[in-house]
């Protein structure tokens, strides 16, 4: 496991190639077109840009878009990555531009993993997710391909209203499609996804304790984004489960102290990280982010050093500090492991250090008022 202090550097950084995707899909964060921004990180600008990400203690690097497979120098890119000895992940949209060459050349200089997105055991529902006709069957056929290459397999689902009743389906055809991680998103309603696609508080509450039960009986990994609160519920389970009196006195101990890593599975972080805190976002112009999902623009790289943004930006140095947030986020005893979705509370209320509004749970210091 990395070992990292979330002051200085990423556990993990997200840089979006391209907004250009041929794809319209409903809940786009990019608000993808079919056409590539001029303004876009040369080439050259994105070698600079993975010496300095390999130099903040050399984090995860995730390409994605739009699509990244619309720049002809992606296979650069990811190559020079690799040689720098950085560990390279795509998350590529299942379009044609999805061959089997274009696979075994990822295979061959290096790619530690493809992601594809996944929204519906069906036809039905994932091509009206993905605003496409046939996205279904190109995502099979490329995973088929993915197999061939033997290159491993991550599963991204966005848990909205469109699938929210067909979970049980979605967690056989992951388990069926041999894949290696499955991360389920819970939607943010930015760019092109609305307020009212996304699940209420209580049914994230259910399917974080569906989530729990079946991680302890899947072949595949398990891991949420947006859904920092699943870091809470799978504490109290193993608090609940714990036999031993006194393992439960060590979880109290070290969530007291923000140390317990509850979620486990391939490349996880230390302890929780959320956005700016651990996770970094660049855009396809330099623009940087504490992720993709809360647009509030901390610097450019190409006026200011990516660590510099990230360890000196006031918006980061507030993100960090979840003693700082607001309402019950800023009280509650899970705040350092859990924290709340930065994300959601800045779509929903319009302050990034106000409370998720998708969380259920009272904490302890807001029921001894009460």
């Known amino acids: 496991m990395i070992q990292c202090d ?15 995707c041929e794809l319209k899909c409903l809940h786009c964060r990019a608000s993808a077109q079919n056409w590539r921004d001029p303004r876009e990180l040369s080439l050259e600008e994105g070698k600079t840009l993975i010496d300095q990400i390999y130099a903040m203690n050399n984090p995860l690097l995730v390409l994605t878009g739009g699509d990244p497979l619309m720049r002809e120098d992606v296979f650069d890119i990811i ?12 998350t590529p949209s299942a379009t044609p531009n999805v061959t089997k060459e274009a696979i075994q050349t990822a295979k061959k200089i290096g790619l530690s993993r493809w992601a594809f997105s996944l929204d519906g055991p069906n036809r039905k529902i994932h091509d009206h997710f993905r605003g496409t ?4 069957d190109l995502t099979m056929k490329a995973i088929r391909y993915i197999h061939e290459c033997n290159l491993p397999l991550q599963i991204n689902t966005v848990i909205s209203t469109y699938n929210i009743d067909h979970l049980n389906e979605m967690a056989q055809l992951i388990e069926e499609l041999n894949c290696v991680l499955w991360s389920v998103f819970f939607l943010v309603p930015t760019g092109r996804a609305k307020r009212e696609d996304m699940i209420s508080p209580i049914q994230h509450e259910k399917v974080f304790q569906w989530l729990y039960t079946l991680a302890k009986k899947v072949p595949f990994d398990i891991k949420t984004t947006a859904a920092q609160h699943y870091r809470r519920v799978v504490i109290q389970q193993k608090m609940r489960d714990a036999k031993d009196p006194h393992m439960k006195i060590r979880y109290e101990n070290a969530l007291q102290k923000g140390k317990i890593d509850v979620v486990g599975g391939l490349g996880r972080a230390p302890k929780g990280v959320n956005d700016g805190n651990g996770f970094l976002f660049i855009s396809h112009i330099g623009d940087v982010y504490p992720s993709g999902l809360l647009p509030v623009k901390a ?13 000196e930006s006031p918006i980061f140095k507030d993100l960090r500090n979840p003693d700082g947030f607001r309402g019950k986020c800023g009280v509650c005893e899970f705040r350092h492991v859990c924290g709340g979705s930065r994300s959601r509370a800045y779509a929903l209320t319009g302050d990034f250090l106000e409370s998720d509004p998708s969380c259920v749970y009272i904490p302890k210091a807001l029921r001894k008022k009460l």
């Open 6 to 20: 979330f002051q200085k550097a990423p556990f993990i950084v997200i840089w979006e190639l391209t907004r250009a």
């Open 79 to 90: 190559q020079y990555a690799v040689e720098k000895g950085v560990r390279v992940s795509m």
């Open 299 to 311: 610097g450019n790289i190409r006026e200011q050093s990516l660590s510099d943004i990230y360890c």
């Open 133 to 136: 006709d046939g996205s279904f």
